[in-house]
């Protein structure tokens, strides 16, 4: 920078020649430059506030972006399970009436860091006694071996395990605190609630994961940190589980049944109850899948859900509530059931031979295959899909279980008019228990479509409308005769009516055809048959009656009584309240006759 | 002047200083009470997990039947069905209390008994 001279000399000397004071001119210069770095200085000082009160505005926005964040967070309270980014923590899961069916129980891992071990080989033999089932020899290889340094041992311990391993006096056998998932009723609602195994694992948490069931459907809910202390309320009622797990194990010992298998269903709101499937398991000490056999014995196998099976007869409530509903029949017209039925090579035969015309309610008391497909015949393939697709039967069924989605019914390709009457008396299409419940849910009701959950709901939205009210109180009549007066009458029970329909199914063999001697029976019922508010599905595999002087397989000798007792036992800690038989039916009729 | 300002100056940072101090500690503090307190907590937690896992352990349904099975002798618990439900007209209607006749009257008037022979003083307190 040059600096411009206070006494420039050009100007003085042209001052004195005028005889002005020179002084003046470097006063004025002087003013000038002070004026000038007056100038620059404010310039300065006023950058340096700029940046200043930036810094502070952007201190004061951190702080206060910091504060509404905190306050915004859902508030964490506990750490203690966090470490090692690994949660350990996974909601109970309880009854309708908050019972726990599952719950977290704290334990201990044991882990060994082989370099603070003393005595690695004395520790391995001391292991051995306390836990027979480890390999001494390999565990005492694993500690001595130099480049290990840390050895898991155990998963899980018990209090006096773990005063056991104190007790080795090791300071290289640590202990790792654990949360494990407990099944405190043991083998009730195995097959809902599946199980857990430990995810990844760390030294101070575990992961807890389901394996099946609603465990594994819920992960996510179950999992969720801020919903860790809120229970996940299923539609299950405990002692109505129990109720039913007890009746059918005992009827599944009696008539020598393979398996058995039955859902109960509020039939207003879909929500299931009581789920069972039998044989079943112990959920806390989970079996492996099965890797020979057919895999539908397995215990792990839920029949309720995963079981899509042909279910015979009770399959023409669909059909002839399609028929009602169309207006094709009233339950009086008369329908030809003169057999066999003939179509190409294919004869359709009833049981017995029931005479050469029937009312469309006496088809459905006698269960007549041969009338059924008569309706179909007029009602045809197309009409018959879209009906039983607007029940959510051709689909797997909706409920929250993981292994709901993965089965899926067998449907006939293509769909046949053969097919649509053999569908109509249940053969040609499979459908599992719980399908089946909502099916009849839906028929019953009122014509509402019922979606199957296992979540209690205080309020569900209303289903569609699958068929008309006036069909649905004309279904209740059929399905109350079918009890009263036709195949399922070991179903009256002094003070609850119910109204269902029967099924006995020839199992399919390995090889195409059906087995000889292998019959599904299943029994379809609704209770109170007035007014239902449950349906209960029983289904028997293989039960043979063997009380009488021949063996009887037919669902009216198996799964009726068994179904009969469940409703019996049920119905009162349902809070049902016992109706006369005559007052049940002056209702039917009113009901139906109102339409 | 300017002395008095450096003092006052000095001495506000020696205060906010201590202050300072002061508030670290506390909040070292807070934060070790709270971390104990959580440990507190989950210990806690897992003792009414355990308490809970044997409330429903010890009332599942299998042990509850068991019991009753074996105590039916005292207890003679069986299954709830129809049968124990009733009408309200079933139940008899409890019976009037018994009532003093009073409209019929009480008869006060007549000629007094003679129980004994000795009630001769009292006669002008008998009042009608």
């Given at each position: 920078m040059i600096r411009t001279p206070l006494r420039p000399l050009a100007r003085i000397l042209k001052a004195r020649e005028q005889g002005q004071d020179p002084a003046c001119i470097e006063q004025e210069n002087l003013r000038l430059r002070r004026q000038e770095l007056r100038d620059t200085g404010r310039v300065r000082a006023e950058v340096r506030l700029l940046v200043l009160a930036l810094i502070f505005l952007s201190g004061f926005v951190l702080l206060g972006a910091r504060m509404g964040l905190l306050a915004a967070t859902e508030p964490l309270e506990l750490r203690v399970g966090m470490v090692e980014n690994i949660s350990g923590a996974r909601a109970d899961i309880t009854d309708r009436n908050g019972r726990v069916l599952a719950t977290n129980l704290a334990t201990h891992a044991l882990y060994a860091e082989t370099r603070r071990m003393v005595d690695p080989e004395r520790a391995a033999v001391e292991l051995g006694r306390i836990f027979p089932e480890m390999d001494v020899a390999r565990l005492a290889a694993r500690f001595t071996d130099p480049d290990r340094r840390f050895v898991w041992v155990r998963t899980r311990l018990s209090p006096e395990q773990q005063q056991a391993v104190h007790d080795i006096g090791e300071p290289?056998?640590?202990?790792?605190?654990?949360?494990?998932?407990?099944?405190?009723?043991?083998?009730?609602?195995?097959?809902?609630?599946?199980?857990?195994?430990?995810?990844?694992?760390?030294?101070?948490?575990?992961?807890?994961?389901?394996?099946?069931?609603?465990?594994?459907?819920?992960?996510?809910?179950?999992?969720?940190?801020?919903?860790?202390?809120?229970?996940?309320?299923?539609?299950?009622?405990?002692?109505?589980?129990a109720t039913v797990t007890e009746v059918l194990s005992g009827g599944m010992t009696v008539l020598n049944a393979?398996?058995?298998?039955?859902?109960?269903?509020?039939?207003?709101?879909?929500?299931?109850?009581?789920?069972?499937?039998?044989?079943?398991?112990?959920?806390?000490?989970?079996?492996?899948?099965?890797?020979?056999?057919?895999?539908?014995?397995?215990?792990?196998?839920?029949?309720?859900v995963q079981g899509y099976y042909e279910l015979g007869s009770v399959m023409k409530a669909f059909a002839v509530a399609q028929a009602l509903d169309e207006g094709e029949v009233t339950p009086?017209?008369?329908?030809?059931?003169?057999?066999?039925?003939?179509?190409?090579?294919?004869?359709?035969?009833?049981?017995?031979?029931?005479?050469?015309?029937?009312?469309?309610?006496?088809?459905?008391?006698?269960?007549?295959?041969?009338?059924?497909?008569?309706?179909?015949?007029e009602i045809g393939p197309d009409r018959q899909q879209a009906f039983l697709r607007r029940f959510g039967l051709l689909e797997s069924a909706q409920i929250e279980l993981s292994e709901a989605a993965r089965a899926r019914p067998l449907l006939p390709d293509p769909w046949s008019e053969l097919s649509a009457m053999t569908i109509s008396y249940g053969?040609?299409?499979?459908?599992?228990?719980?399908?089946?419940?909502?099916?009849?849910?839906?028929?019953?009701?009122?014509?509402?479509?019922?979606?199957?959950?296992?979540?209690?709901?205080?309020?569900?939205?209303?289903?569609?409308?699958?068929i008309h009210p006036g069909t649905s109180a004309q279904m209740r009549q059929i399905l109350h005769r079918v009890v009263h007066e036709g195949t399922a009458s070991f179903a009256r029970i002094p003070g609850y009516p119910v109204g269902g329909k029967t099924g006995s199914a020839d199992k399919p063999g390995p090889n195409g055809g059906y087995?000889?001697?292998?019959?599904?029976?299943?029994?379809?019922?609704?209770?109170?048959?007035?007014?239902?508010?449950?349906?209960?599905?029983?289904?028997?595999?293989?039960?043979?009656?063997?009380?009488?002087?021949?063996?009887?397989?037919?669902?009216?000798?198996?799964?009726?009584?068994?179904?009969?007792?469940?409703?019996?036992?049920?119905?009162?800690?349902?809070?049902?309240?016992?109706?006369?038989?005559?007052?049940?039916?002056?209702?039917?009729?009113?009901?139906?006759?109102?339409? | 002047m300017r002395s008095l300002v450096y003092l006052v100056t000095a001495l506000a940072v020696i205060g906010l200083a201590t202050w300072a101090y002061r508030e670290n500690h506390l909040t070292q503090q807070a934060m070790n009470t709270r971390a104990s307190l959580e440990r507190e907590i989950d210990r806690l937690e897992g003792e009414i997990a355990v308490q809970r896992v044997e409330w429903a352990y010890l009332n599942r349904p299998d042990r509850l039947r068991a019991l009753v099975d074996v105590n039916f002798a005292a207890l003679k618990l069986v299954p709830i069905t129809a049968e124990h439900f009733g009408e309200i007209d079933e139940i008899a209607y409890p019976s009037?209390?018994?009532?003093?006749?009073?409209?019929?009257?009480?008869?006060?008037?007549?000629?007094?008994?003679q129980l004994s022979g000795t009630l001769e003083s009292q006669d002008d307190e008998v009042q009608p």
């Amino acid at each position: 920078m040059i600096r411009t001279p206070l006494r420039p000399l050009a100007r003085i000397l042209k001052a004195r020649e005028q005889g002005q004071d020179p002084a003046c001119i470097e006063q004025e210069n002087l003013r000038l430059r002070r004026q000038e770095l007056r100038d620059t200085g404010r310039v300065r000082a006023e950058v340096r506030l700029l940046v200043l009160a930036l810094i502070f505005l952007s201190g004061f926005v951190l702080l206060g972006a910091r504060m509404g964040l905190l306050a915004a967070t859902e508030p964490l309270e506990l750490r203690v399970g966090m470490v090692e980014n690994i949660s350990g923590a996974r909601a109970d899961i309880t009854d309708r009436n908050g019972r726990v069916l599952a719950t977290n129980l704290a334990t201990h891992a044991l882990y060994a860091e082989t370099r603070r071990m003393v005595d690695p080989e004395r520790a391995a033999v001391e292991l051995g006694r306390i836990f027979p089932e480890m390999d001494v020899a390999r565990l005492a290889a694993r500690f001595t071996d130099p480049d290990r340094r840390f050895v898991w041992v155990r998963t899980r311990l018990s209090p006096e395990q773990q005063q056991a391993v104190h007790d080795i006096g090791e300071p290289g056998l640590m202990f790792g605190p654990r949360k494990m998932r407990v099944y405190p009723n043991g083998r009730m609602a195995a097959h809902v609630l599946g199980g857990a195994r430990f995810g990844e694992q760390g030294v101070r948490a575990a992961e807890l994961l389901g394996v099946a069931g609603a465990e594994l459907y819920f992960e996510d809910r179950l999992r969720d940190p801020a919903r860790a202390n809120q229970p996940l309320r299923l539609s299950l009622d405990l002692p109505i589980q129990a109720t039913v797990t007890e009746v059918l194990s005992g009827g599944m010992t009696v008539l020598n049944a393979r398996g058995a298998s039955a859902v109960l269903m509020d039939a207003q709101t879909g929500e299931v109850l009581s789920l069972v499937s039998l044989p079943d398991f112990d959920p806390n000490d989970r079996p492996a899948p099965p890797t020979e056999g057919e895999p539908a014995d397995s215990p792990l196998f839920n029949r309720a859900v995963q079981g899509y099976y042909e279910l015979g007869s009770v399959m023409k409530a669909f059909a002839v509530a399609q028929a009602l509903d169309e207006g094709e029949v009233t339950p009086d017209t008369t329908i030809n059931t003169r057999g066999p039925l003939k179509w190409g090579r294919f004869e359709i035969e009833d049981f017995r031979d029931y005479g050469s015309e029937m009312s469309v309610t006496k088809v459905m008391v006698k269960s007549s295959n041969i009338g059924t497909a008569r309706m179909m015949q007029e009602i045809g393939p197309d009409r018959q899909q879209a009906f039983l697709r607007r029940f959510g039967l051709l689909e797997s069924a909706q409920i929250e279980l993981s292994e709901a989605a993965r089965a899926r019914p067998l449907l006939p390709d293509p769909w046949s008019e053969l097919s649509a009457m053999t569908i109509s008396y249940g053969h040609g299409m499979t459908t599992s228990p719980v399908a089946l419940a909502a099916g009849y849910a839906s028929l019953v009701n009122g014509g509402r479509l019922v979606t199957p959950t296992l979540l209690r709901r205080d309020s569900v939205p209303e289903g569609a409308q699958v068929i008309h009210p006036g069909t649905s109180a004309q279904m209740r009549q059929i399905l109350h005769r079918v009890v009263h007066e036709g195949t399922a009458s070991f179903a009256r029970i002094p003070g609850y009516p119910v109204g269902g329909k029967t099924g006995s199914a020839d199992k399919p063999g390995p090889n195409g055809g059906y087995k000889e001697d292998a019959v599904l029976a299943t029994f379809a019922s609704v209770f109170p048959s007035h007014d239902p508010k449950y349906v209960l599905i029983v289904t028997l595999d293989e039960a043979v009656d063997t009380t009488g002087p021949e063996p009887r397989r037919t669902a009216g000798w198996t799964a009726v009584p068994m179904a009969a007792e469940i409703t019996r036992r049920v119905a009162p800690l349902l809070g049902l309240r016992p109706v006369p038989l005559a007052e049940a039916e002056s209702r039917l009729q009113a009901d139906a006759r109102a339409q | 002047m300017r002395s008095l300002v450096y003092l006052v100056t000095a001495l506000a940072v020696i205060g906010l200083a201590t202050w300072a101090y002061r508030e670290n500690h506390l909040t070292q503090q807070a934060m070790n009470t709270r971390a104990s307190l959580e440990r507190e907590i989950d210990r806690l937690e897992g003792e009414i997990a355990v308490q809970r896992v044997e409330w429903a352990y010890l009332n599942r349904p299998d042990r509850l039947r068991a019991l009753v099975d074996v105590n039916f002798a005292a207890l003679k618990l069986v299954p709830i069905t129809a049968e124990h439900f009733g009408e309200i007209d079933e139940i008899a209607y409890p019976s009037a209390p018994a009532r003093l006749q009073v409209g019929a009257g009480v008869e006060v008037f007549g000629a007094l008994e003679q129980l004994s022979g000795t009630l001769e003083s009292q006669d002008d307190e008998v009042q009608p």
